[in-house]
Each structure stands twice: as C-alpha cells, then as structure tokens.
C-alpha cells in the first residue's frame, strides 16, 4: 500500500534524514518523530536543539551512534516528548530521573497520530546480541520501515504482509560484519518492494572514506537484472538535514 492520495503537497509525511541512522518524521498534524540522536550529528556545529520540537523520542538500542545520552538529556528537557526504548537503556533513563515507555519486539504503541511497530532485528557485535528494535511508523496513509541496525533476514522471521510494500525503507549500508553492506542491503529490500530505499549508517569516521552511498546508487543499478521488486524502487540518498515528503 502506498500513501493515500493527499489534498495537496504538504499534507503527506515528511522525512529527514541526519548523520548515521538518525531521522526525524513529521507527520501532517505537525507532530514529530525523531529516531536515534547518536553522536555523529554533534560533530560540528549542530546541537540538540537543532532538531527542532521533538514529540517523540525513539531510541532503538544502546550503542553511542545511536543514542548520545547528552543528547537525549537535553532534548527531553527542551521538549518533554514521549520516549520510546528498549528496556535496557530504560533503565538508564530511570536512573536519570527520565520517563519512558520500555518496549519490546511485537509491541504495537499509538502516540501523536502515529502508529509505530517494533520490529525484529539482528545485530551482533563482538559476538554481543545486542537488544535492538527495528521501527515501522504509519502516519497519514504512508509507511516507512527503519530497520536500525541489523545484518540480513530472511522475510520469514518478519512480519513480511506489514512491511511489504512500504513508501520508504530506511536500510543500513555500512557492512564491516554488524549490519548489511550493500548487496545484503538491496536482497533485504527486494523481499519487501519498498517504492523508496534510503541508505544510511555510513557516518563514522571508520566508514566515511570507505562507504560512498553514491555507490550504492550504482550497485542499485548493476543488480536490478538479478532484483525482482526491489529493481522498481527509487533510491534516493539523503544529505544531513535534507527532507523529502511522501510519496
């Protein structure tokens, strides 16, 4: 299912996507949602703040690319917004003095307009599960799935009828064994037939000479022979603060 037909432009969803896997999701209430605030966004000159009235707050799971706790700090203090995470790092929050709902995989929560799905992931690092979730949001009439970070699976082990189809796919390229690189990346959209895929975690200085999404764009291209749904989709590379509106 695509985004239902809209009135005009700017009555659909809005994305926009920041350093590493960080985007922020507006919805046409004017409600936003903002997914990992990790550290590669406050490299330069950019700070919490920057992102503007944040409503609610995801936080997929604990690594600092993430989730900056400074970060996270001082949006919730700038804008109260409704807090999303796993229960490990609400625990942290706890601690903090901080409110927020502990989610799981399969949980279902209904906040602001949106309707947002956690999803399961794969995400091992140094031989650690890490608890991480991924995210499908809908929102007036259109579907974005953020996979966080994870290495491939198989659409059986997904909730596949929910994700098939969606208007963005939100998929991580950077490789070095903890998430997809990029054939992994466009075989895991061609099991869903995404009409758009956004490359992302491909900010940390580890990868930033090494994973160019422009490439992507290529590889994209080179194995659309071989690709079945995913050949038909739109791949679309975002800069830092760059938005784009659906569908």
């Known amino acids: 299912m695509r985004c239902a037909t809209a009135q005009s432009a700017n009555q659909n969803m809005k994305i926009t996507k920041y350093a590493q896997s960080t985007f922020s999701i507006t919805n046409v209430k004017g409600k936003t949602l903002l997914i990992d605030p990790g550290k590669y966004n406050f490299t330069g000159t950019f700070t919490p703040a920057a992102f503007g009235q944040v409503h609610i707050l995801v936080i997929t799971h604990k690594h600092e690319d993430h989730f900056d706790r400074a970060a996270v700090k001082e949006l919730t203090d700038l804008f109260q917004p409704v807090v999303l995470t796993n229960s490990e790092i609400a625990d942290w929050l706890s601690q903090e003095g901080l409110s927020?709902?502990?989610?799981?995989?399969?949980?279902?929560?209904?906040?602001?307009?949106?309707?947002?799905?956690?999803?399961?992931?794969?995400?091992?690092?140094?031989?650690?599960?890490v608890l991480n979730f991924g995210l499908l949001i809908e929102a007036d009439g259109c579907r974005v799935y953020h996979t966080s970070d994870t290495r491939l699976m198989e659409r059986e082990v997904l909730p596949?009828?929910?994700?098939?189809?969606?208007?963005?796919?939100?998929?991580?390229?950077?490789?070095?064994?903890?998430?997809?690189?990029?054939?992994?990346?466009?075989?895991?959209?061609?099991?869903?037939?995404?009409?758009?895929?956004?490359?992302?975690?491909?900010?940390?200085?580890?990868?930033?000479?090494?994973?160019?999404?422009?490439?992507?764009?290529?590889?994209?291209?080179?194995?659309s022979r071989s690709l079945k749904q995913a050949a038909r989709a739109n791949v679309k590379v975002l800069g830092f603060g760059e938005s784009i509106q659906l569908p």
């Open 100 to 129: 927020c709902r502990a989610g799981k995989v399969g949980d279902v929560v209904e906040v602001e307009g949106f309707k947002i799905e956690l999803i399961k992931t794969d995400h091992v690092v140094r031989d650690e599960s």
């Open 160 to 223: 596949a009828d929910r994700l098939s189809g969606v208007d963005a796919l939100c998929v991580p390229i950077g490789n070095r064994g903890v998430v997809m690189g990029f054939d992994d990346a466009l075989y895991f959209c061609d099991q869903f037939s995404p009409a758009m895929i956004i490359p992302m975690h491909y900010d940390s200085p580890k990868d930033k000479d090494r994973v160019r999404p422009g490439e992507f764009v290529e590889r994209h291209r080179v194995l």
